[in-house]
């Protein structure tokens, strides 16, 4: 079970605080990550949501579709309050089947629409993706290294998560290894590459840095602070 750290007093959020909804395919690892960061700035919320029914990105999409704007809705966002929403997805096979376009699409659409409905907003990316490949483990081992993992060193785990296990010593630690949040936006944006051809992150990128530099805007005096004690 990942737990969450006990160093710090949990703030409440202040009136108009930033919210960032998470959106993500896994129950434990992803939750578990971004845990870390709710409450430790009165002027940030995050809202982790768990897939409910199925975990490829279309999935994910009709998740969205159902808790912000359907009748059992359970989320608003608040684009005056500049509020956003991140999906974050693996590239796993869900690019060969065809299931991350529809997701890239559905975002583009809400975010063309927002000075539509509300002739006060300005259109900004309210709605985004956050594509890692192959999977959201290579943010965490960006935390750690500089340089992309060779082809060679990972063949010789069976899965990609259990190579990131094994190349950090002990493991990632959720308690604290989230405090290397701008080492890791440093390390995976110099090592981030593009597909030409389907416009995805190529293998061992990662487009979390994006999500990374929202986060660290709102805490990274807070995090200085954490790096000190932990030091």
């Not at 409450?39 to 975990?55: C, D, V």
């Not at 259109?123 to 943010?139: D, K, R």
């Not at 010789?156 to 259990?162: A, G, L, V």
């Not at 051809?197 to 840095?209: A, D, G």
Request: aromatic share 14%; proline share 4%.
């Amino acid at each position: 079970m990942i737990a969450r750290r006990k160093d710090y007093s949990k703030k409440e959020p202040s009136r108009g605080s930033h919210k960032i909804y998470i959106v993500c395919e896994g129950t434990g690892t992803e939750p578990g990550y971004f845990r870390f960061f709710d409450g430790l700035s009165s002027n940030l919320q995050i809202i982790t949501i768990p897939p409910e029914n199925g975990t490829d990105p279309v999935k994910l999409m009709e998740l969205a579709q159902m808790v912000f704007f359907g009748d059992n809705r359970r989320y608003a966002v608040d684009y005056l309050q500049n509020d956003r929403v991140w999906f974050i997805i693996d590239t796993d096979s869900w690019e060969k089947e065809g299931k991350i376009e529809p997701l890239r699409k559905f975002c583009d659409e809400l975010n063309s629409g927002i000075s539509i409905q509300f002739d006060e907003v300005k259109s900004y990316p309210a709605w985004n993706v956050a594509q890692s490949n192959p999977s959201f483990e290579i943010w965490l081992y960006y935390h750690f290294y500089s340089e992309k993992p060779t082809d060679a060193d990972v063949e010789k785990s069976i899965t990609f998560k259990e190579f990131v296990h094994a190349s950090i010593h002990g493991g990632f630690d959720f308690n604290t290894d989230q405090s290397r949040l701008s080492d890791a936006i440093t390390n995976a944006e110099s090592n981030f590459s593009v597909n030409t051809i389907s416009n995805s992150p190529e293998l061992y990128s990662t487009e979390m840095h994006i999500l990374g530099k929202e986060i660290y805007s709102f805490v990274k005096n807070d995090l200085a602070k954490l790096k000190n004690k932990l030091r």
